[in-house]
């Protein structure tokens, strides 16, 4: 299996009717790059910052963070890397940082609440992020985003720490892309004001999943009990989809849907042209790309969308099953 998968490294992401998808990896330590070459992945759709953070026993200062983001630039050799900043709190906890003592974690102060309430800890990350891309493209993006003054929020202390490090007189990097995650179910309702705004948007699925069907995501008792694959996360994602066409946002999925090859075929068929996996499921995710006729599906899941299943995963098991993808 590894060597069939290592064969199809150079070949391209390509469906049978020709539509390139971008297949990107999700990494958070520096071992993880180097999966990067070996798996052909066209660079890191998702960067977790906080993993760094979680295996010390403080917070890293703005030198320690330069090295490591750097570092990572360096083993990406120019492919993309997206940085998501510091996004602790809920099922990712900082021993030494984080209060433990709320009765919701996932709805609580967490991600991107934190970091605007403790702006000198975004700052930091931001000085490191604009240090170690002195001279490259950098991509930052921004965890948990609900509303979207949080993002102009988020924005604004960017602007801050671009314009303090120009009067230090350090070397820019050559392009700053701006994104958001869209995992809280608000965003979605606001997209006409956050799309102007961004260069790009990731689905993450994991925890939009836990929001929609206000399901705890690491809780085993439910964590089978409603499917990504219904018509409601569907549509949701499809109208997700529609607007960041109509805006020209580049839009990609990073939650775990996006590695198991049924539900990325789906998110195919829905519009979605990039997704970003965890590294084992980058050959998989492949192999059923080059064999899907996206032409084919799509009409069959829009004929699926008013059904009114639990889940449309049985159906579209079957699709694949008929059509040898
Ligand atoms: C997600 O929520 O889908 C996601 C990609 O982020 P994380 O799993 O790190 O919360
Ligand atoms: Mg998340």
């Known amino acids: 299996?590894?060597?069939?998968?290592?064969?199809?490294?150079?070949?391209?992401?390509?469906?049978?009717?020709?539509i390139s998808i971008g297949i990107l990896m999700n990494a958070g330590l520096l071992l993880d790059l180097q999966h990067l070459h070996e798996s052909g992945a066209d660079?890191?759709?998702?960067?977790?910052?906080?993993?760094?953070?979680?295996?010390?026993?403080?917070?890293?200062?703005?030198?320690?963070?330069?090295?490591l983001y750097r570092k990572i630039l360096d083993?990406?050799?120019?492919?993309?890397?997206?940085?998501?900043?510091?996004?602790?709190?809920?099922d990712k906890v900082l021993p030494y940082w984080n209060p433990s003592d709320e009765d919701n974690p996932a709805l609580g102060w967490r991600s991107i609440r934190i970091t605007l309430d403790r702006p000198a800890v975004m700052r930091q990350q931001l000085r490191a992020l604009l240090r170690a891309a002195a001279g490259r493209e950098l991509s930052?993006?921004?965890p948990m985003i609900a509303e979207v003054a949080e993002l102009v929020h988020a924005r604004e202390i960017l602007d801050i720490e671009i314009a303090r490090e120009k009067q230090l007189g350090g070397v820019p990097?050559?392009?700053?892309?701006?994104?958001?995650?869209?995992?809280?179910?608000?965003?979605?309702?606001?997209?006409d004001a956050l799309l102007p705004l961004v260069d790009f948007v990731s689905i993450g699925s994991n925890d939009l999943t836990q929001f929609l069907f206000a399901v705890d995501r690491g809780n085993p008792r439910i964590a089978e009990r409603y499917d990504p694959l219904s018509p409601s996360m569907i549509c949701f994602m499809r109208h997700v989809?529609?607007?960041?066409?109509?805006?020209?946002?580049?839009?990609?999925?990073?939650?775990?849907?996006?590695?198991?090859?049924?539900?990325?075929m789906t998110l195919i068929a829905i519009g979605i042209r990039s997704l970003s996996v965890a590294a084992p499921a980058i050959g998989p995710v492949k192999t059923m790309v080059r064999s899907l006729?996206?032409?084919?599906?799509?009409?069959?899941?829009?004929s699926l969308l008013d059904a009114r299943d639990h889940s449309l995963r049985p159906k579209l098991r079957s699709f694949a099953i008929d059509h040898g993808v």
């Open 1 to 18: 299996r590894r060597a069939i998968y290592a064969k199809l490294r150079d070949l391209p992401a390509e469906t049978r009717d020709g």
């Open 43 to 67: 660079g890191i759709g998702l960067y977790r910052t906080e993993l760094p953070f979680m295996a010390r026993s403080a917070l890293p200062n703005v030198d320690a963070q330069t090295m």
């Open 75 to 90: 083993q990406a050799e120019g492919k993309p890397v997206v940085f998501r900043t510091l996004d602790v709190g809920g």
């Open 140 to 142: 930052v993006m921004f």
């Open 173 to 191: 990097p050559t392009r700053i892309r701006v994104g958001t995650m869209l995992e809280v179910p608000a965003l979605a309702f606001q997209l």
């Open 241 to 264: 989809a529609d607007k960041c066409r109509e805006y020209g946002v580049h839009l990609s999925v990073c939650g775990e849907m996006a590695g198991r090859p049924l539900d990325a």
């Open 293 to 302: 006729d996206v032409g084919v599906l799509v009409p069959y899941l829009h």
